[in-house]
């Protein structure tokens, strides 16, 4: 069956450095993928979306790498700030399919 | 304005009630979703409907059916409410499908079967 998974239930960054999340998937070609950010109490508000024959976006301070043969997409903040905190969700999807991972909880510390 | 809204914003009820959840959506886009998200965080989609086509998740039991009035409108009906149900209801939009567009999502029903 298909499946997503993002490295770690939660990660802790001190402000300033690179946070790096990662996203995991097996039995599936997606031929997008997408990343979310989700505070508590609030719905997912949309970041990137990569297609699956690009290597890289970018948007800000933020950086999308998605790597087809080794079925990963690294999700990257530079210069994190603790108002980066929160939920970070990724998301394949192909035609009308579309499943999300469980999520990774930033904390970006002061 | 809101983009995308829903009420209410918090259901409590009994086990074996109906209920339905409201969504409302400013953006003029075609399409729109419903989405569950369980305890475990899990985000779920169930639903996606647009002026021509209702996709159904097939994991979805039946009790749970979709009903749009107009295009800016998906309502969400729940029959035989049932333990299992209880979770975080989140509707989204999107102007063209879910692979290629950007999803706005509503701030979530909170729903609690007793």
């Known amino acids: 069956s298909q499946k997503i998974e993002q490295n770690s239930e939660a990660l802790n960054i001190q402000e300033g450095k690179t946070a790096t999340l990662t996203c995991n998937y097996t039995?599936?070609?997606?031929?997008?993928l997408q990343w979310y950010r989700q505070d508590p109490g609030r719905g997912p508000v949309f970041l990137l979306l990569?297609?699956?024959?690009?290597k890289e976006k970018r948007k800000e301070r933020l950086k999308v790498t998605f790597d087809t043969t080794l079925k990963q997409s690294l999700f990257h903040i530079t210069a994190s700030q603790p108002a980066d905190s929160a939920t970070y969700l990724c998301?394949?999807?192909?035609?009308?399919?579309?499943?999300f991972g469980k999520g990774t909880r930033l904390h970006i510390l002061p | 304005d809101t983009a995308v809204s829903q009420t209410p914003k918090y259901l409590v009820t009994q086990m074996g009630n109906d209920k339905s959840i409201k969504c409302e959506q400013n953006?003029?886009?075609?399409?729109m979703y419903w989405y569950k998200q369980d305890s475990k965080k899990f985000l779920k989609i169930m639903f996606s409907?647009?002026?021509?086509?209702?996709?159904i998740n097939e994991t979805v039991p039946n009790r749970f059916s979709p009903k749009s009035p107009d295009k800016a409108h998906l309502n969400l009906h729940i029959n035989s409410l049932e333990l299992g149900d209880s979770a975080v209801y989140f509707c989204?939009?999107?102007?063209?499908?879910?692979?290629?567009?950007?999803?706005?999502f509503g701030p979530g029903t909170r729903l609690t079967v007793l």
């Open positions: 989204a939009s999107s102007q063209d499908g879910v692979s290629t567009d950007t999803q706005y």
């Open positions: 039995n599936y070609s997606p031929a997008y």
């Open positions: 990569i297609r699956e024959n690009e």
């Open positions: 998301a394949l999807a192909r035609d009308d399919k579309i499943i």
């Open positions: 953006l003029g886009h075609d399409t």
């Open positions: 409907y647009n002026n021509k086509e209702l996709i």
